[in-house]
């Protein structure tokens, strides 16, 4: 007659969220793969597919540098219709001087004299600060003149 303790009952909690562990998962390994894929498929354009094209974006992308543009150089008259046209002014002509500087004429007749010397981005945001400012005051301006130090505004009205 042997004495042994009754074996004690140890309290083990059931795993009821298993499967759907399992589920989600496999479902957070397909969004991964479809991304890559995605992302892969993106770099390489099936249609225009080139491997030396693709090495370069992959290079490229590897040290950070932004793609070259095979651009030539625009001329400051293209690059003033670019930031000035329809966005600031609606522009007509673009004239050279003899003296160095160009003449923006514009359909609400307003003249901008511009300077190739100056920051021609800096100019832009004078020039709709200036005919922001007319607005407001209920002025017409007729003449913005960037060729010196400080901007000369004629007014019309």
Same mark, same amino acid.
């Given at each position: ?23 989600? +998962? ?22 225009? +597919?080139?491997?030396?094209?693709? +090495? ?24 003033? $219709?670019?930031?000035?046209? $329809? ?60 060729? +010196? ?9």
């Amino acid at each position: 007659m042997s004495v042994r303790k009754p074996l004690q009952k140890v309290f083990s909690a059931q795993k009821i969220h298993t499967n759907k562990r399992k589920v989600i +998962f496999l479902v957070e390994i397909l969004v991964t793969i479809l991304l890559i894929v995605g992302t892969s498929i993106s770099f390489v354009a099936l249609d225009k +597919f080139a491997p030396s094209d693709y +090495f370069k974006k992959v290079t490229n992308l590897a040290l950070l540098k932004r793609p070259s543009q095979k651009t030539q150089e625009k001329s400051f008259e293209e690059k003033i $219709k670019e930031v000035i046209d $329809k966005k600031i002014l609606d522009v007509t002509a673009v004239e050279k001087s003899n003296e160095g500087y160009y003449i923006v004429k514009s359909r609400e007749e307003v003249n901008v004299v511009m300077v190739a010397d100056k920051d021609l981005g800096f100019q832009a945001r004078t020039l709709q600060t200036v005919l922001s400012k007319a607005k407001i005051e209920n002025r017409v301006a007729s003449l913005v003149d960037f060729r +010196f130090d400080k901007i000369v505004v004629q007014y019309s009205r």
